[in-house]
């Protein structure tokens, strides 16, 4: 009987630990397409990390290569260019002409002073006289005046304002 008790005890232990080692096998044992997928994402979370690696190593050759670019490269100085001032041969009278029309200046005959003078000067060089400048607008000056205006293609009334002023200033700027 005590063989036969322990021929039970054996085969029950015996038993008990097949089952345990196919419940084991079951719980474990993966379908091939799962299999698969767990082999593919292990390769590719490799690879994720010799890709940033690389990308470290790249990232540390290009700042190398920047730090030594900065050497060779250094910014050329600025050099501001001053304005090209143009100066015209009769530059002192295209100021005053200026200063009249800036200030809005109206002279018609029967003006007299220095502005007058101003106008005088101009259309004796217009003209290619050499007028006396008696710094008084009369008939003359007038006269002088309209013909200007009239070259002009402007109205030619005879009285020198801003408009009449920048056409002058126009005129010797052409002349150099």
Same mark, same amino acid.
């Given at each position: !009987?005590m063989?036969?008790?322990?021929?039970?005890?054996?085969s029950?232990?015996?038993?008990?630990?097949?089952?345990?080692?196919?419940?084991?096998? &079951?719980?474990?044992?993966q379908s091939?397409?799962?299999? *698969?997928?767990?082999?593919?994402?292990?390769q590719?979370?490799?690879?994720?990390? $010799?890709?940033?690696?690389?990308?470290? *190593?790249?990232?540390?050759?290009l700042?190398?290569?920047?730090?030594k670019?900065?050497?060779?490269e250094k910014p050329?100085p600025?050099?501001?260019?001053?304005? /090209? &001032?143009?100066?015209?041969?009769?530059?002192d009278?295209?100021n005053?002409?200026?200063?009249?029309?800036?200030?809005n200046?109206?002279?018609?005959?029967?003006s007299?002073?220095?502005r007058?003078?101003?106008?005088?000067r101009?259309?004796?060089?217009y003209?290619?006289?050499?007028n006396k400048? $008696?710094?008084?607008y009369?008939e003359?000056?007038?006269?002088?005046? !309209?013909?200007?205006?009239k070259?002009?293609? !402007?109205?030619?009334?005879? /009285?020198?304002?801003?408009?009449?002023?920048k056409? !002058?200033?126009?005129?010797?700027?052409k002349?150099?």
């Amino acid at each position: !009987m005590m063989d036969k008790l322990k021929f039970a005890l054996f085969s029950i232990i015996t038993l008990t630990l097949l089952g345990l080692f196919g419940y084991w096998s &079951v719980i474990t044992l993966q379908s091939g397409t799962e299999h *698969k997928t767990s082999e593919k994402i292990s390769q590719l979370q490799n690879e994720n990390k $010799d890709l940033k690696k690389e990308v470290e *190593k790249q990232k540390n050759e290009l700042s190398a290569l920047r730090s030594k670019l900065e050497e060779f490269e250094k910014p050329a100085p600025i050099i501001e260019e001053e304005p /090209e &001032v143009i100066v015209y041969k009769h530059q002192d009278l295209i100021n005053e002409l200026q200063k009249l029309t800036d200030i809005n200046v109206l002279l018609k005959e029967k003006s007299n002073g220095l502005r007058v003078g101003t106008v005088q000067r101009f259309l004796n060089i217009y003209n290619k006289t050499s007028n006396k400048v $008696d710094n008084d607008y009369g008939e003359n000056t007038r006269t002088a005046v !309209m013909a200007f205006q009239k070259d002009q293609g !402007m109205k030619a009334d005879g /009285e020198t304002g801003p408009s009449t002023f920048k056409k !002058m200033i126009e005129w010797l700027k052409k002349q150099g």
